[in-house]
């Protein structure tokens, strides 16, 4: 590894430039694992890191991609070892320092999750964005959100996030409601589990917010923000919880304290980038066993990492659907 190819990010005035550049390993941040990466993905955090004002990188430049799958070469940690099989998400990765989309990486050891019960490629699939999912998802059934309870909510459906939730809240039981502003993605949202497909929330985006709606959700996963979170809240029947984890809605939110007084509702927020290693290592093995995706082969595309900002600007502008797995080694 004395060179190798990285897609770099730089800050040219008011621009975000990217292009392939050649680094060594004297380039790679401080860290007890070197990773030889195989796969990264997109998420919409990718999206704002490619964005003039996007807020979430500290310092250009910076190599994208916000997690990534691939291969211990070498490990000054007794917890891995050459050969190992791994996935890294959260933390700075791709925005404090060096992340996915080139063919090594380097982070310390409490960053790095072993896989068991997944190949690379699938927790790639899986990424950021399903890991996500499995949160909330989990965040539901721990509040005790019966599946007999009534419909659940997933917003945003059609994206990363609100794809694998809807996956996982059926395959664990529940009626999943899918919103989606993509009327297009509506059978593939079946497919994957939907019992019904709706549009955007608030149907009427003019309409003044009420405190409380009538109770129509046992609970939601909010992939959105702004006024669809709002409008879901006031919805939801009582004792019932809603996992929030998305802000392309906008990161204000206008709601009042009724469904939680009245009504005993939760707001439940999933934060996937600070979550301690612990518990990020358990829930990764139930990824690979209990918690699995069903249909990930089918909600799932490919695309070499020279070409990943054609998807990235798709993701921006909320036109891509579902999951994009980055190919790295031997793409550039």
Same mark, same amino acid.
């Given at each position: 590894?004395?060179?190798?190819?990285?897609?770099?990010?730089?800050?040219?005035?008011?621009?975000?430039?990217?292009?392939?550049?050649?680094?060594? =390993?004297? @380039?790679?941040? /401080?860290?007890? *694992? %070197?990773?030889?990466?195989?796969?990264?993905?997109?998420?919409?955090? &990718?999206? #704002?890191?490619?964005?003039?004002?996007?807020?979430?990188?500290?310092?250009?430049?910076?190599?994208?991609?916000?997690?990534?799958?691939?291969?211990?070469?070498?490990?000054?940690?007794?917890?891995?070892?050459?050969?190992?099989?791994?996935?890294?998400?959260?933390?700075?990765?791709?925005?404090?320092?060096?992340?996915?989309?080139?063919?090594?990486?380097?982070?310390?050891?409490?960053?790095?999750?072993?896989?068991?019960?997944?190949?690379?490629?699938?927790?790639?699939?899986?990424?950021?964005?399903?890991?996500?999912?499995?949160?909330?998802?989990?965040?539901?059934?721990?509040?005790?959100? =019966?599946? @007999?309870?009534? /419909?659940?909510? *997933? %917003?945003?459906?059609?994206?990363?996030?609100?794809?694998?939730?809807? &996956?996982? #809240?059926?395959?664990?039981?529940?009626?999943?409601?899918?919103?989606?502003?993509?009327?297009?993605?509506?059978?593939?949202?079946?497919?994957?589990?939907?019992?019904?497909?709706?549009?955007?929330?608030?149907?009427?985006?003019?309409?003044?917010?009420?405190?409380?709606?009538?109770?129509?959700?046992?609970?939601?996963?909010?992939?959105?923000?702004?006024?669809?979170?709002?409008?879901?809240?006031?919805?939801?029947?009582?004792?019932?919880?809603?996992?929030?984890?998305?802000?392309?809605?906008?990161?204000?939110?206008?709601?009042?304290?009724?469904?939680?007084?009245?009504?005993?509702?939760a707001l439940l927020g999933m934060d996937s980038v600070q979550m301690p290693i612990g518990p990020r290592r358990k829930l990764w093995a139930r990824l690979g066993d209990s918690l699995?995706?069903?249909?990930?082969?089918?909600?799932?595309?490919?695309?070499?990492?020279?070409?990943?900002?054609?998807?990235?600007?798709?993701?921006?502008?909320?036109?891509?659907?579902?999951?994009?797995?980055?190919?790295?080694?031997?793409?550039?």
């Amino acid at each position: 590894m004395e060179t190798f190819q990285a897609l770099m990010a730089r800050k040219d005035g008011d621009r975000i430039t990217t292009a392939v550049e050649t680094l060594s =390993a004297a @380039d790679l941040p /401080p860290g007890d *694992v %070197t990773i030889r990466v195989l796969y990264s993905s997109v998420n919409y955090k &990718d999206a #704002l890191a490619l964005t003039p004002g996007g807020g979430v990188v500290r310092d250009y430049p910076v190599v994208p991609g916000i997690d990534l799958a691939g291969e211990v070469v070498e490990s000054g940690s007794p917890e891995f070892n050459a050969g190992d099989v791994v996935f890294a998400h959260g933390y700075q990765i791709g925005t404090g320092h060096h992340g996915g989309y080139a063919e090594y990486a380097r982070l310390p050891a409490d960053q790095v999750v072993s896989l068991s019960g997944l190949s690379p490629y699938d927790a790639a699939a899986i990424g950021t964005a399903g890991f996500t999912a499995a949160m909330s998802v989990q965040a539901l059934i721990d509040w005790g959100v =019966a599946t @007999d309870a009534g /419909p659940v909510v *997933v %917003t945003g459906a059609s994206g990363g996030v609100g794809t694998i939730s809807v &996956d996982l #809240l059926a395959g664990a039981g529940y009626q999943v409601v899918a919103s989606s502003g993509k009327a297009e993605a509506a059978e593939r949202l079946k497919r994957f589990g939907a019992a019904e497909v709706i549009g955007r929330l608030p149907t009427d985006p003019e309409a003044k917010p009420r405190p409380l709606a009538k109770a129509r959700w046992a609970a939601g996963v909010d992939c959105v923000g702004g006024a669809t979170l709002a409008d879901v809240l006031s919805a939801v029947d009582y004792g019932g919880a809603v996992a929030c984890s998305g802000l392309t809605g906008g990161a204000a939110l206008h709601t009042t304290v009724m469904p939680f007084i009245l009504r005993g509702v939760a707001l439940l927020g999933m934060d996937s980038v600070q979550m301690p290693i612990g518990p990020r290592r358990k829930l990764w093995a139930r990824l690979g066993d209990s918690l699995r995706p069903r249909h990930l082969a089918e909600m799932t595309t490919d695309v070499d990492v020279k070409d990943v900002i054609d998807v990235i600007d798709q993701v921006r502008a909320g036109a891509f659907s579902g999951r994009a797995v980055v190919r790295v080694a031997g793409s550039f």
